[in-house]
T-cell receptor, first 112, second 111 residues
Framework: SQKIEQNSEALNIQEGKTATLTCNYT??????LQWYRQDPGRGPVFLLLIRENEKEKRKERLKVTFDTTLKQSLFHITASQPADSATYLC???????????FGKGTRLSVIA | DAGVIQSPRHEVTEMGQEVTLRCKPI?????LFWYRQTMMRGLELLIYFNNNVPIDDSGMPEDRFSAKMPNASFSTLKIQPSEPRDSAVYFC?????????FGSGTRLTVV
């Protein structure tokens, strides 16, 4: 069955450093991959989408890579700030409006 | 736009009671999804609709769960009868294409 693994349940880093979160998947051939941010008591918020034919995408301090050979996506937050502390979810999707399949998330804590 | 609106935000009910969760998607979005989130299992898809039509309800745990979308601006998820193992946060999300917009969720506790 399809499986999505995010590298760890929790990640602590110092303010100003680059946070790198990993999303690995098996038994799935996604057309695209998305990253979401979720704060406690709130719903996930969409951050970035990267398609299977794209290697890298950037948005402000965020960078996402997608390697379909390794079946892996890396999510980077540069110059991290305490306000970046949240849970980050990766999600895989196929073409059209078929539903996303979500990983369990990585809880990032940025320490001042 | 007020985003995806879910109600109630919190629901505490006794085992055996009927529970109805409500969702108003973003106007113009043609797909609506119901997910359930728990610590153990993360976000799990329950059912989704395209253009108000249910497409896949294979994620609905059992016959106690049902969902409707009578029009483009409203959907309900009903649990009858509720059981303690149904306790979770239930999210509704809508999309047109690309990223999903999630509501704030309904935290359901069945005692």
């Amino acid at each position: 069955s399809q499986k999505i693994e995010q590298n760890s349940e929790a990640l602590n880093i110092q303010e100003g450093k680059t946070a790198t979160l990993t999303c690995n998947y098996t038994n799935y051939s996604p057309a695209y991959l998305q990253w979401y941010r979720q704060d406690p008591g709130r719903g996930p918020v969409f951050l970035l989408l990267i398609r299977e034919n794209e290697k890298e995408k950037r948005k402000e301090r965020l960078k996402v890579t997608f390697d379909t050979t390794l079946k892996q996506s890396l999510f980077h937050i540069t110059a991290s700030q305490p306000a970046d502390s949240a849970t980050y979810l990766c999600a895989l999707g196929k073409t059209g409006n078929t539903p996303l399949v979500f990983g369990k998330g990585t809880r990032l804590s940025v320490i001042a | 736009d007020a985003g995806v609106i879910q109600s109630p935000r919190h629901e505490v009910t006794e085992m055996g009671q009927e529970v109805t969760l409500r969702c108003k998607p973003i106007s113009g979005h043609n797909s609506l999804f119901w997910y359930r989130q728990t610590m153990m299992r993360g976000l799990e898809l329950l059912i989704y609709f395209n253009n108000n039509v249910p497409i896949d309800d294979s994620g609905m745990p059992e016959d106690r769960f049902s969902a409707k979308m009578p029009n483009a601006s409203f959907s309900t998820l009903k649990i009858q009868p509720s059981e303690p193992r149904d306790s979770a946060v239930y999210f509704c999300a809508s999309s047109l294409e690309g990223g999903y917009t999630f509501g704030s969720g309904t935290r359901l506790t069945v005692v």
